[in-house]
């Protein structure tokens, strides 16, 4: 990774900012962007100890002129873009029945339509520039199973994930830019790990249907983040991998 450059969005906090330090001490300089500067500033001190460059960018995913931004924002400091690592999510805990219209845009607009807004727009950048990029999106297990409770946030990481393989195909073959997913269970230190679990009797829950019998690090994730960016990845396109600790496979009724 040494010279790439690679943007990853929601990367001052949790997963993000795991996979930011991860890369920067692969050698890249990293843009990580965020709505709050403070919280990007002090992921940059964290990151910076690997004597790359790291810019902060403040936008929101949301809003596709700040998304466009940010891509110019990224050029005139590092001159080009090699890998989109879209992380950015919102989440939170709410009954179906009682989710207002407003709650479902939110989550929606920040998971699925920021995701597309920010691929769209660094695809057609490389497009253009003839330039073989390549994309990781986070999805995660609840992409394809149930998630009561979560129904916004279930909804817009299968279309994520969606996203990853008809992209994987379209632009793969057209384009040779390679498109993959993470779907992460429950990692520690992680703002879905506060808000999804809050209390001492749920937390207690989710360990037990780990068959690891622990949460996920960021550092585990950034790890798999890295390989799939990585030339050894090359043949990989299309892939969600799943980082879990068997969690999503442990509903057996059969007890050993
Ligand atoms: C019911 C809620 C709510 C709650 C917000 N809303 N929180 N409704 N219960 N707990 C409703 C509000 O009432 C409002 O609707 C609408 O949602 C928008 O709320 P705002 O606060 O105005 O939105 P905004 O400031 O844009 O914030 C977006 C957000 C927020 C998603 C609501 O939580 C956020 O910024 N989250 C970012 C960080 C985050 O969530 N990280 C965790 C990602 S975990 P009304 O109708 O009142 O106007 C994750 C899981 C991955 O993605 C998988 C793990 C295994």
Known sequence: MKGNVVIVTGGGSGIGKGMAKKFAQEGANVVITGRTLDKLEEAKKEIETFETQVLCLQMDVRDPEAVKKMVEDTKQAFGKIDHL???AAGNFICPSEDLSLNGWYSVVDIVLNGTWYCTQTVGKEWIESRHQGSILNISTTYAWMASPGTVHSAAAKAGVL????????EWGKKYGIRLNAIAPGPIAETGAVEKLWPTDKQAEKVLNSIPSKR???TEEVANLAYFLLSPAAQYINGECITIDGAQWLNNSSFQL
């Open 85 to 87: 690592v879209n992380n």
């Open 162 to 169: 969606a996203m990853t393989r008809t992209l994987a195909v």
């Open 215 to 217: 949460l996920g690090t």
